[in-house]
């Protein structure tokens, strides 16, 4: 699955990534989700002795265009993991506050604490791509972002943050039929948002923006992967599979117990 690495300093090539690749999996969809039930118990317990041991920070950010399947990353990868150590932040359209501010106020505030994972549900980098592809600010000052976000970035990860970045990557016509979905499926609908038809005119320029923002941003201490998502099943077991080996690595351990344990008798 570490296929689907932006190598730093190589282009993303976004339009020339199968949305339907299967190749980091040997086995079907029923094999995938098998697969993905244990996926799903090293992670918990990996998460456990992260929060345990209290040491490493791990940021997690999802991107993707409308429908790319943000939200059921996080219901299925996470499934099993303490609430009380994983927080998921979503980025919606700033307030008047936030505006206020540099665009990374808002994002730092919700960055991991230690032992803590924190998902993104969109990011710092909508500031790179709904903001460069509706001219919310000028390009010249949307284009110096590119090098402050690498520098937030680094900071957070000297400072004991891991991070993975993730591009869920959906074809035009798999939205299309997402889309349709939301209009046929009663349980569906209340996620229809009209807006969303306009953001699809807007396709190609998206892509344009995440090609650039994905390549520029790709780094050592926070690597991009593009995610075939067109198969959900697929999508998560992706993710999952990046995430486990990631935390594998980490080299955690629970904390040394208090001394002579044995010695104690409870009455
Ligand atoms: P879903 O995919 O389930 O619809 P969502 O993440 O799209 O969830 P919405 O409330 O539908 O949530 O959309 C949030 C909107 O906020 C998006 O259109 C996004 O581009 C926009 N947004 C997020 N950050 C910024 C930003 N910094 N500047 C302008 N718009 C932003
Ligand atoms: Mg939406």
Redesign the pocket.
């Known amino acids: 699955m570490h296929r689907y690495r932006v190598e730093p300093g190589s282009d993303a090539q976004i339009v020339a990534r199968d949305t339907k690749d299967l190749k980091g999996f040997e086995g079907d969809k029923s094999a995938g989700k098998a697969a993905m039930k244990n996926l799903n118990s090293e992670l918990e317990q990996l998460q456990e002795v992260l929060y345990a041991e209290g040491k490493h920070k791990v940021l997690i950010v999802l991107q ?1 265009m ?3 399947g ?2 059921g990353t996080i219901r299925h990868v996470f499934d099993g993991t303490n609430p009380q150590g994983v927080k998921v932040a ?5 307030t008047d506050e936030e505006l206020a501010h540099d ?1 990374l106020w808002r994002v730092h505030d919700d960055t991991p604490a230690s032992g803590e994972i924190a998902i993104f ?2 990011s ?1 980098y ?2 790179v ?3 460069r592809v ?1 001219d ?1 600010v000028p390009e010249y000052r949307w284009r110096r972002r590119y090098d402050h976000i690498n520098a937030f970035e680094k900071l957070l990860a000297d400072e004991g943050t891991t991070i993975l970045k993730f591009f869920l990557h959906i074809s035009k016509e798999e939205q299309k039929q997402r889309l349709q979905a939301r209009l046929d499926e009663p349980t569906k609908t209340w ?1 229809f ?1 009209r ?2 038809l306009a ?1 699809r005119k807007l396709w190609d320029s998206y892509i344009a923006a995440y090609e650039e923002a994905i390549t520029r941003t790709s780094t050592e201490w926070a690597p991009w992967y593009v995610i075939p998502a067109d198969r959900k099943w697929y999508r998560n077991l992706a993710i999952s599979t990046i995430i486990v080996d990631t935390f594998k690595h980490l080299g955690m351990e629970y904390p040394e117990p208090e001394d002579e344990l044995a010695e104690i008798v409870i009455e």
Not at 90 to 94: A, E, L, T
């Open positions: 993707a409308d429908t790319g943000k939200d979503s980025f919606k359209k700033p665009y549900n969109r710092h909508e500031d791509l709904v903001v509706h919310l996620k948002a807006g969303d953001e």
